[in-house]
């Protein structure tokens, strides 16, 4: 794949998810964000480290390469490269020979959250994103993921704000057709994050049959807090149970991304983790063949270019906020 590094002054300051932490073992990943080609790796003492993917020496992939203790070895002329990027060891020269200054890796700020490996190739300008249902104890996390999205990773965030294809879309799983209706609900903005009111989805029973309304109501809060995250509560109204999404979005290209998901719950504990999982992948292939094929490909500037309708107002505030901040890559 030709890539080449897109310029996003926004996106390019901002913390992106490369691979599901647990994953991360023994061989170094090659990850591309924005365009730019990064190696991300394990040291055996257990840091997360991401060096942009490009060998001083001769251009080699180092994440062709291997992990041997915390260092990562070019696999051209097995040059190795510590955590923070600089060369301590060139086979080619005596053990007496001094290593070049200019011998390093461009190193890049990671680390690992929420189940995941975080990556900013530029200078972290936010926080990562809160989630602290993940590490309440009385929660059981999850993570989801990779979904590959030939898509802008706009378009993933603006589906995730997104109630009224609920019912159609995920029919069966998340709604239903004769219950479509959503309810009005409010939308507030704050410096760093657009979210809405509380709002009740009932969810009929999958095949009941009976004329009674049977089945559960569901109560949605969902909030965007960076360009390319969001997180969802899902509230049984009736029981409690409570279901945390946060979603996030690598931007690969413009036009590529992939998504993961952070999940907790607090009910369901004897529900293999397995079963969460498929789910959740059910519900994302759902929306991606939607995503892949929307058009135009990258969100509009233009607020009025699409038929914006009142139950699209998380999404109008999201594309409002992406247009404050400036971002540019899926935006046109
Ligand atoms: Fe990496 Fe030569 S290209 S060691
Ligand atoms: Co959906």
Redesign the pocket.
């Known amino acids: 794949m030709m890539t080449e590094t897109l310029k996003d002054n926004v996106l390019e300051n901002e913390w992106h998810p490369v691979c599901i932490a647990s994953k991360l073992n023994g061989a170094p990943l090659s990850v591309t964000i924005l365009g730019e080609r990064v190696a991300v790796f394990r040291a055996a003492s257990g840091g997360v480290y991401a060096l942009r993917d490009l ?1 001083v ?4 992939m ?1 994440s062709k390469g291997r992990v041997e203790g915390d260092n990562l070895v ?6 190795k490269y510590d955590g923070s990027g600089a060369c301590v060891c060139i086979p080619a020269q005596g053990k007496s020979d001094t290593i070049p200054l200019r011998a390093r890796a461009e190193n890049y700020p990671c680390m690992e959250k929420y189940g995941l490996v975080w990556v900013c190739i530029g200078e972290p300008s936010a926080r990562l994103p809160d989630f602290e249902e993940f590490e309440n104890p009385d929660y059981r996390p999850l993570v989801c993921g990779p979904y590959t999205v030939h898509a802008a990773g706009t378009r993933v965030i603006e589906n995730f704000t997104d109630f009224a294809h609920l019912m159609f879309v995920h029919g069966g799983l998340l709604g239903h057709p004769d219950y479509a209706e959503v309810p009005d609900f409010k939308v507030y903005k704050e410096q760093d994050r657009v979210y809405t009111s509380e709002v009740p989805i009932f969810q009929p029973v999958a095949h009941s049959g009976s004329e009674a309304e049977e089945g559960t109501t569901y109560v949605y809060v969902k909030e965007v807090f960076r360009p390319l995250a969001g997180r969802l509560s899902k509230r049984d109204a009736a029981t409690g149970e409570t279901l945390w999404i946060l979603l996030t979005v690598l931007p690969v290209t413009e036009k590529e991304c992939t998504a993961y998901m952070a999940v907790s719950r607090n009910y369901g504990f004897d529900v293999p983790d397995e079963q969460f999982i498929r789910f959740q992948d059910t519900v994302f292939e759902q929306d991606a063949w939607i995503i892949e094929t929307q058009k135009p490909e990258l969100l509009p500037l233009d607020l009025q270019q699409e038929l914006n309708h009142k139950a699209d107002v998380l999404s109008v505030a999201y594309r409002r906020w992406l247009i404050e901040l400036g971002v540019r890559i899926g935006m046109a």
Request: hydrophobic residues 25%; aromatic residues 16%; contains cysteine.
């Open positions: 060998c020496h001769r251009g080699a180092l070019c696999p051209y002329h097995g040059w």
